[in-house]
């Protein structure tokens, strides 16, 4: 069994920063591509940014230059640095990963809880 837990949501005013934290946990042999995901209210669930296990990393382009996504291999964690929010930004933002959890078993999708980051004008 393996999950991932977001933290680091909240509210914060047009301009500002926020920075999510993704950790996961359980029976881990190696974790592939890790990526975040929002879903704002009324709004289908869109992906916002990926990196590879290599640290390669891709955007949307409405995040591009705002946004960075990192991860911590040695702690199984990755991060979204929000910089320059707008109201836009308001959604909840899901954790994503391929997860392995032996050598014989094939990736698993894992998703976690969501975290709400709202965005005031």
């Known amino acids: 069994q393996v999950q991932l837990v977001e933290s680091g949501g909240g509210l914060v005013q047009a301009g500002g920063s926020l920075r999510l934290s993704c950790a996961a946990s359980?029976?881990?042999?190696?974790?592939?591509?890790m990526a975040w995901y929002r879903q704002a209210p009324g709004k289908q669930r869109e992906l916002v940014a990926t990196?590879?296990?290599?640290?390669?990393?891709n955007y949307i382009d409405s995040v591009k230059g705002r946004f960075t996504i990192s991860r911590d291999n040695t702690k199984n964690t990755v991060y979204l640095q929000m910089n320059s929010l707008k109201p836009e930004d308001t959604a909840v933002y899901y954790c994503n990963a391929g997860i392995r959890m032996s050598m014989s078993l094939r990736y698993l999708e894992v998703w976690g809880q969501g975290t709400l980051v709202t965005c005031s004008s």
């Open positions: 359980g029976r881990i042999f190696s974790i592939n591509d």
């Open positions: 990196i590879t296990s290599g640290g390669n990393s």
